[in-house]
Antibody, heavy 112, light 107 residues
Framework: QVQLKESGPGLVQPSRTLSLTCTVS????????VSWVRQPPGKGLEWIAA???????DYNSALKSRLSISRDTSKSQVLLKMNSLQTEDTAMYFC??????WGQGVMVTVSS | DIQMTQSPSFLSASVGDRVTINCKAS??????LNWYQQKLGEAPKRLIY???NLQTGIPSRFSGSGSGTDYTLTISSLQPEDFATYFC?????????FGSGTKLEIK
């Protein structure tokens, strides 16, 4: 059974760095790509980064300078780091396998 | 980046109605278009993949069509559980991009 579970700090101060973890089960990170998608409260969805089965990465061009995605295959985890956080980064952050399987998301609030 | 223009933003309909939701891409996306349903507080659920392929377990009242830049989701006979928000997603090229969503409400 494919499962993805996001974890993170919940509340982050402006200008700080956000670190999120997606822990997966039921599949191998060397066989499937995993992406991060976010959704501000009451708004639409934005695809922000992906790490593919071979380890290559892609980023949303609008956020690329602030993002880093990586993985630890031994722990079945995909890591997302976003620096210089602003209030506009407040959102639910989801990880997804391909375009089908999604985690339940983790809410991140940027506030002092 | 490919822009996805979704319409309408809001749709008010009754149980049993047939409804259509549209997405228009800013360039040809080669049928790499998915449709999702999202209910409040939940992750999106994929209904249709690659334009017209019904996800396993999704009722056959949902269907998709289109090609090139224009795509449509049709719900043939609305059921109470269908009232939700719907998004399209192009995955022809990265960054993948979503439509802005259609909120389907009970009339």
């Amino acid at each position: 059974q494919v499962q993805l579970k996001e974890s993170g700090p919940g509340l982050v101060q402006p200008s700080r760095t956000l670190s999120l973890t997606c822990t997966v089960s039921g599949f191998s990170l060397t066989s499937y790509g995993v992406s991060w998608v976010r959704q501000p409260p009451g708004k639409g969805l934005e695809w922000i980064a992906a790490i593919w089965s071979g380890g290559s990465t892609d980023y949303n061009s609008a956020l690329k300078s602030r993002l880093s995605i990586s993985r630890d295959t031994s722990k079945s985890q995909v890591l997302l780091k976003m620096n210089s956080l602003q209030t506009e980064d407040t959102a639910m952050y989801f990880c997804a396998r391909g375009t089908k399987d999604w985690g339940q998301g983790v809410m991140v609030t940027v506030s002092s | 980046d490919i822009q996805m223009t979704q319409s309408p933003s809001f749709l008010s309909a009754s149980v049993g109605d047939r409804v259509t939701i549209n997405c228009k891409a800013s360039q040809n996306i080669n049928k790499y278009l998915n449709w999702y349903q999202q209910k409040l507080g939940e992750a999106p659920k994929r209904l249709i993949y690659n334009t017209n392929n019904l996800q396993t377990g999704i009722p056959s009242r949902f269907s998709g069509s289109g090609s090139g830049t224009d795509y449509t989701l049709t719900i043939s006979s609305l059921q109470p559980e269908d009232f939700a928000t719907y998004f399209c997603l192009q995955h022809n090229s990265f960054p993948f991009t979503f439509g802005s969503g259609t909120k389907l409400e009970i009339k």
